[in-house]
T-cell receptor
Framework: KNEVEQSPQNLTAQEGEFITINCSYSVGISALHWLQQHPGGGIVSLFMLSSGKKKHGRLIATINIQEKHSSLHITASHPRDSAVYICAVRPPGAGSYQLTFGKGTKLSVIP | NAGVTQTPKFQVLKTGQSMTLQCAQDMNHEYMSWYRQDPGMGLRLIHYSVGAGITDQGEVPNGYNVSRSTTEDFPLRLLSAAPSQTSVYFC??????????????FGEGSWLTVV
């Protein structure tokens, strides 16, 4: 079973700061997902990565397959970015559906 | 387009009672799954389905039952509720079993307390 570790567990930032959340995993994967869980509980998919880098607005996600590591960056952070960010990995192979999730990083952005 | 709809949002059960959490999606997704989320732990897969009539167990299937009679619906049944099943439950769906960069869509969650 893949072990997925996220760091930090908790993060407090001032509005406008650049934020980095890290995700490491122990076994090779076919894809990695970054998810955002709002304070009310709803979960939204932000990115799916299998290599390289993706950008959406102020969010950037990168993955290094060789190092088994991914980062989620938030530029110019805003209080509305306050949420729990979750990394999830998918094992290789067709028909592999069982995602393994990290425990999440709780981000609080203070005005 | 409603996405993934879960009901109920909140439920309190007595030990030994049974209940069904409903999940429906209107995106014609083949893949549907149920997760539970507990404090200090990541989401864990309970059961999943890759299409109507096909279901399989995930990481923590004991005490739960599922069926998939239509593409749209994937109910989760608690057979005899136990306090250890107190949790937040999420239903999710996507195209093609998460292949080819398929986005995964989650329901809003169901908060279940077993007393």
């Amino acid at each position: 079973k893949n072990e997925v570790e996220q760091s930090p567990q908790n993060l407090t930032a001032q509005e406008g700061e650049f934020i980095t959340i890290n995700c490491s995993y122990s076994v090779g994967i076919s894809a990695l997902h970054w998810l955002q869980q709002h304070p009310g509980g709803g979960i939204v998919s932000l990115f799916m990565l299998s290599s390289g880098k993706k950008k959406h607005g102020r969010l950037i996600a990168t993955i290094n397959i060789q190092e088994k590591h991914s980062s989620l960056h938030i530029t110019a952070s805003h209080p509305r970015d306050s949420a729990v960010y979750i990394c999830a990995v998918r094992p290789p192979g067709a028909g592999s559906y069982q995602l393994t999730f990290g425990k999440g990083t709780k981000l609080s952005v203070i005005p | 387009n409603a996405g993934v709809t879960q009901t109920p949002k909140f439920q309190v059960l007595k030990t030994g009672q049974s209940m069904t959490l409903q999940c429906a999606q209107d995106m014609n997704h083949e893949y549907m799954s149920w997760y539970r989320q507990d404090p200090g732990m990541g989401l864990r897969l309970i059961h999943y389905s890759v299409g109507a009539g096909i279901t399989d167990q995930g990481e923590v299937p004991n005490g739960y039952n599922v069926s998939r009679s239509t593409t749209e619906d994937f109910p989760l049944r608690l057979l005899s509720a136990a306090p250890s099943q107190t949790s937040v439950y999420f239903c999710a769906s996507s195209y093609s079993g998460l292949t080819s960069g398929a986005t995964i869509y989650f329901g809003e969650g169901s908060w279940l307390t077993v007393v």
